[in-house]
């Protein structure tokens, strides 16, 4: 049997990013097919948001599923277990996927090589960046025309602010796309253009030898030795460390849909990725060879039977051996829990498992217990760290429709909250109006349908002008009391009881921060980020 550090050795958990439509989907679907995990292509469906499903609420059911479906996929490559953490890619969903890459300890990129850097990654990566999670590039669809590879590197710099490293290049682009040269292991990959099958012709090659000439003709073999000579010069010999701490990404060229560059990608990713790493806690750093068992919730799912309220909550282990059917406790809560059924997420089944290791998703039956971000330990009082919750966009108050099915409606909308589908923010002081804040429009939708499908309750959402909620604390506990006293108007708490200023406008909120320098306002609810006057 192997040893818990060998079993820390094998795995890479990690998320794979992109904005809407670059190919994550597709390229999930690749490195299953190259891990073995499926058999035929298609297997993995997207798991976006068909243009105008807002009102399509058959559609709001179909995505649910497919992300229950594709929350976690597991597969075995070359010995090591990889567990692939799904992101949605909708932009309303943007809180599920930061929640996401804290659960993982690297992260692929894909960018459509004809789009660049879309607005979606520019904000994914901020959240990696903070966590200086390691990332690789991959450069999708250059079997379309797109744009020249070293300003697409170029901009990659800019807007992801971080240096990146070519560690594939590619020969052409679109209809003249010929293949890409490795400069990892200098060696030839050539393009066939194949949805179905992987083949490949992958020779060894020296660049300045006559044999490239040869395989790509010799005004590319050419450009080739250009350009190799450019990337050596400008971008250095590329250092696993620095990859590891986040400041440089290697970037890979490919096109998914045709199989190409995949395998070069999945390759050097299970050499060059990190295993489990280490993780904060607000007492200590926790390291995963621990003896002592510890983990986190980054998602909590609804269960998609009506009748049946359970959830699937997602831990993270990160120390220790997790085993089912023993009791840990739920730090939080101050409770021992144990469970009987928790699983393991293979490709496209479940199964139950008996016990699992850090850097694995465990999905956990739920009856209510769990809200994103709570801690299980055997016993240590900690709380894990970087799972925050961020100032939404969006406002509404929530109405009741039916007095009778209030208690339905606050059950309802409590346990959404806890999800994590929105926030939630009461205000005590206005008869304790319910304001619900999310990222994006479709969350209302969704709660809406939900409540009423799943609690009975019918509701509807009122327009509010708030622009901003900020979390507030003061080093002086008697100045924040005076503070949320005065401000009453504009005084809520969050789920924790946090105290949370929502301002009309920025102007307003503005002005709060000038006028009260004792008060700190932080964007997220980590408290980490104070806002800058
Ligand atoms: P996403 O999950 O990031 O949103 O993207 P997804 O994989 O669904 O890909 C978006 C579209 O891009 C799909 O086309 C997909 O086939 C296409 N695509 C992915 N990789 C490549 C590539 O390397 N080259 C080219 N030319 N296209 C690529 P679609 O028309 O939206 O869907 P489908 O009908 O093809 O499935």
Known sequence: MATIQEEIHKRRTFGIISHPDAGKTTLTEKLLLFGGAIQTAGAVKSNKIKKGATSDFMEIERQRGISVATSVMTFEYNDLKINILDTPGHKDFAEDTYRTLTAVDSVILVIDCVKGVEEQTERLMEVCRMRNTPVIVFINKMDREGQNPFDLLDELEQKLNIKVRPLTWPINIGSNFKGVYSIYDKSLNIFNANKTKIEKEVVAVDIWSEELDKKVGEKDANQLREDIELIEGVYGDFDRSVYLSGEVAPVFFGSAVNNFGVQ??????????????????????????????????????????????????????????????????????????????????????????????????????????????????????????????????????????????????????????????????????????????????????????????????????????????????????????????????????????????LAESEWILRMNIQNNPDIQFHFTSEFKRAVEA
């Open 264 to 501: 070069e990608l999945l390759d050097t990713f299970t050499e060059i990725a990190p295993s489990t790493q280490a993780r904060k806690t607000d007492v200590r750093i926790v390291e995963p060879e621990e003896k002592k068992f510890t983990g986190f919730i980054f998602k909590i799912h609804a269960n998609l039977d009506p009748k049946h309220r359970d959830r699937i909550a997602f831990l993270r282990v990160c120390s220790g051996t997790f085993e089912r059917n023993k009791f840990y406790k739920h730090v939080r809560l101050d409770k021992n829990l144990r469970f009987n059924n928790p699983y393991n997420f293979m490709a496209q089944e479940k199964e139950v498992i008996d016990e699992g290791f850090p850097g694995d998703v465990i999905g956990l039956y739920d009856t209510g217990n769990f809200k994103i971000g709570d801690t299980l330990s055997e016993g240590e009082l900690m709380q894990y760290q970087g799972i925050p919750s961020f100032s939404p966009e969006i406002f509404k108050e929530l109405m009741n429709l039916d007095p009778m099915k209030s208690k339905q409606l606050e059950k309802g909308i409590q346990q959404l909250t806890d999800e994590g589908v929105a926030q939630l923010f009461v205000q005590p002081h206005l008869g304790n109006r319910k304001i619900v804040g999310t990222v994006g429009e479709l969350q209302y939708e969704v709660i809406q349908y939900r409540l009423e499908h799943e609690y009975g309750a019918k509701c509807r959402f009122d327009h509010r002008d708030i622009a901003k909620a900020c979390w507030v604390t003061s080093d002086d506990e008697k100045k924040l009391t005076e503070f949320v006293r005065l401000k009453a108007q504009n005084i809520a708490q969050d789920k924790d009881g946090n105290f949370v200023f």
